[in-house]
């Protein structure tokens, strides 16, 4: 007998697209939806590469007595939408979870994997965020008080069987394990299928928090490559009160880190300079060359820190972020060319002013206070 055909490798780059929750939470409805995919054609996002239109938590409906589950009344017509979202070149994610109830409380998918993933297949989706939440006191802690290793054993197992349901399909589906990096879940999701695993708890739009997620990336490194990657959670860009030199800072450092490219903004109300960032082509192709090597930070000096990330055909960027509170946070800062394992000067483009820019060795460099310089350097020396 004739096997199915292999289903075509997805995320051989980190996913880009947008998500609904950072700016929607519970309120997505199917019409935000579409006005986001409209959005992503009419603001060039879908030219720069945003692919994947995301619906995060709050969907769900009720099972009926076949166990098939039902969308709620934002969600009329999931197949319609799929359709829509489709018609515009983009592709569509949806959301669930192994346990009992999603972390908004809506239905998961315990019980029902095959089911769910058949369903999923058949309006056409394109992405599952499978999100841990209530499988947690529901199975781990129930099944196995008092028992870590047996309770890490089962939230596997339930990823796994998600995976092999999503396979069973045959429908290329994108897998992104939500489930904060418990377990060091880097070293075992690839294996089982996974495209890309949240790395810690959930992101939210300040700088503080969006530090600290950049700070818990560091030694990770080796488990990003094509096909798998490490996730700082999607993107604030946009949200919240943060600075532009906040956005430009987040969007460069998450290109660095190779991190799938989830927008979670507002579109049809995005601001001129916040598109600017999002569709800065530059910066995403940093974030998507084809080396899939996640950046790393060298060195810092006081509270500025010094990345780079080896690109293909050797090519290298450098990021210098000023983390500090201050514009001076470490004044005066001279960049250590040796560290870099750079000889003499360097000549690049600065990703953020697109002006070719000479890199000396000691040469002082001075942010503003979360700012970066962002420099891709196609014949380091
Ligand atoms: C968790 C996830 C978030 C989001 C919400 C939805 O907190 O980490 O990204 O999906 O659940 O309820």
Redesign the pocket.
Do not use: H, L
């Given at each position: 007998m004739a096997q199915p055909a292999p289903a075509q490798a997805v995320a051989q780059t980190p996913p880009m697209g947008w998500?609904s929750?950072?700016f929607f939470?519970?309120k997505v409805t199917d019409k935000d939806i579409r006005d986001s995919a409209d959005q992503i054609v009419a603001s060039g996002m879908r030219d720069a590469g945003y692919e994947y239109v995301n619906i995060?938590?709050?969907w769900e409906g009720i099972r009926d007595g076949n166990g098939v589950l039902h969308t709620n009344v934002k969600f009329p017509d999931m197949k319609a939408l799929a359709d829509y979202v489709h018609s515009k070149g983009l592709k569509i994610g949806i959301?669930s979870g192994p346990g009992p109830a999603?972390?908004?409380g809506y239905e998961g998918s315990l019980g029902h994997e095959e089911q769910d993933a058949q369903l999923y297949a058949s309006w056409g989706i394109d992405y599952l965020?499978y999100?841990l939440?209530s499988f947690i006191p529901a199975v781990m802690q129930k099944q196995s008080p008092n028992d870590k290793a047996a309770q890490m054993r089962l939230m596997i197992a339930a990823y796994d069987k998600m995976a092999k349901a999503l396979k069973a399909t045959g429908r290329p589906i994108v897998f992104s394990l939500?489930q904060?990096g418990w377990d060091a879940v880097w070293e075992w999701a690839p294996e089982l299928g996974g495209n890309l695993w949240?790395t810690t708890?959930?992101?939210q739009p300040n700088w503080d928090r969006i530090y600290a997620i950049l700070s818990q990336q560091e030694g990770l490194e080796k488990y990003a490559g094509p096909g798998h990657w490490n996730d700082p959670?999607?993107l604030e860009v946009g949200n919240g009160r943060l600075s532009l030199a906040e956005n430009r800072s987040h969007f460069s450092m998450w290109a660095m880190l190779a991190a799938p490219l989830l927008a979670g903004n507002d579109l049809p109300h995005m601001k001129p300079e916040i598109k600017d960032i999002l569709t800065n082509r530059d910066v995403i192709a940093i974030d998507q060359d084809k080396l899939g090597k996640q950046g790393s930070r060298v060195y810092s000096d006081g509270e500025v820190e010094v990345w780079t990330r080896h690109l293909a055909h050797g090519a290298l960027a450098i990021a210098v972020l000023n983390a500090g509170d201050n514009r001076y946070s470490t004044h005066p800062f001279h960049l250590d060319l040796a560290k870099l394992g750079l000889h003499g000067t360097q000549t690049g483009k600065d990703l953020w002013t697109g002006k070719t820019v000479k890199l000396t060795d000691s040469m002082p460099i001075e942010l503003g206070s979360h700012d970066i310089l962002l420099v891709r350097i196609e014949a380091p020396k």
């Open positions: 998500n929750w950072n939470f519970d995060d938590d709050t959301y999603t972390c908004a965020k999100d939440c939500c904060y949240r708890g959930d992101i959670d999607m």
